[in-house]
């Protein structure tokens, strides 16, 4: 017989309850320790290798002959380094990408459907062909579902442009090798190069898209090369910059000393001052031409010698766990 009296159902109400938030209170155990299980299970998220300014020389940047060494890497080289450096990256957050981020979409027509924001290493992007001209003297194929590396390679070999010089713009603008996760987002593959970005300006639209700012960004260094009379900054010519967009932020005097370095001093109009080679970045510390320089030798040896090896990442952790030598 079933006892149901008021007092009985009271006491089983309360041991259900109690049983209720026992099991309630195992469940949560169970999955914060899985996800904290799961969480030291990943690798730690990329960043750059140690950087240095040692041997920086604001007049010779980059030298022509490093700058314009095309064949340098292979496309399957370029997605190596790209995917080595990219190791450990997280998506960005899941949503609706623009068509003019340049990432593929097999679907015809309009914006992507809401999507996580890939790495660079998984990046498949499309780039549009392009016939040769006296600036790239290579025409481009093109064509889609292609990855970083592919579009780099055809782009470097259209327009007679060291891959590297590429991939280290790409830090150097919206460190694209390196972002991952809350930094990844459709923004930064509109502008991946910062080409026709200029300062207190909006960017021009026409010009957005992974492929496309890398074409155009080579094939603008080129034209710096062959139209110096169009721009400021010329080879063997001396020149003021300034330390930031602002005048108050003072200026100096130089004479650069080959065409690739007036080239990047075209593309970002800046010297490095006293406070951005001490490590600040602010308006009147504009690091982007010293950036170039040290992310240049930290992953591929000195842009001015030129030919050094390739860093990676298992070189660079051998590297560090070698004991310090003392003199």
Not at 21 to 39: C, G, K
Not at 167 to 185: D, H, N, P, W, Y
């Amino acid at each position: 017989m079933i006892n149901n009296a008021p007092k009985y159902r009271l006491r089983r109400l309360v041991s259900l309850l109690i049983l209720t938030i026992i099991i309630a209170l195992v469940v949560s155990l169970i999955y914060l320790f899985n996800r904290q299980d799961s969480s030291a299970q990943l690798p730690a998220e990329p960043r750059m290798p140690p950087v240095s300014s040692q041997g920086f020389d604001e007049t010779n940047l980059i030298s022509d002959s490093e700058f314009t060494r095309w064949n340098s890497l292979s496309s399957e080289q370029i997605q190596a380094f790209i995917t080595d450096w990219g190791y450990g990256c997280r998506s960005g957050k899941a949503e609706k990408i623009p068509k003019d981020t340049g990432i593929y979409n097999p679907a015809s027509g309009g914006d992507k459907q809401s999507q996580s924001v890939p790495c660079l290493k998984d990046y498949r992007g499309v780039l549009t062909g392009h016939d040769a001209d006296r600036f790239c003297s290579r025409a481009v194929q093109g064509g889609e579902n292609l990855t970083a590396g592919q579009i780099i390679a055809q782009v470097s070999r259209a327009c007679g442009i060291n891959p590297k010089a590429i991939l280290v713009t790409l830090q150097k603008e919206q460190g694209l090798i390196t972002a991952s996760s809350t930094r990844l987002t459709p923004r930064r593959y509109q502008i991946a190069m910062g080409y026709a970005c200029p300062d207190h300006k909006a960017c021009d639209s026409q010009f957005y898209g992974f492929g496309t700012q890398v074409y155009y960004a080579a094939r603008q260094w080129r034209r710096y090369q062959l139209n110096p009379q169009d721009y400021d900054v010329a080879a063997g010519q001396a020149v003021t910059l300034g330390f930031g967009p602002d005048s108050r932020c003072g200026s100096k005097k130089i004479v650069p000393q080959n065409w690739a370095t007036a080239a990047l001093y075209n593309y970002t109009p800046y010297l490095p001052s006293s406070d951005a080679l001490a490590g600040l970045n602010d308006e009147c510390a504009q690091p982007g031409n010293l950036n170039f320089y040290q992310f240049y030798k930290a992953w591929f040896g000195d842009p001015v010698k030129g030919g050094g090896q390739v860093l990676t990442r298992k070189a660079l952790a051998a590297k560090q766990s070698q004991p310090a030598t003392t003199k």
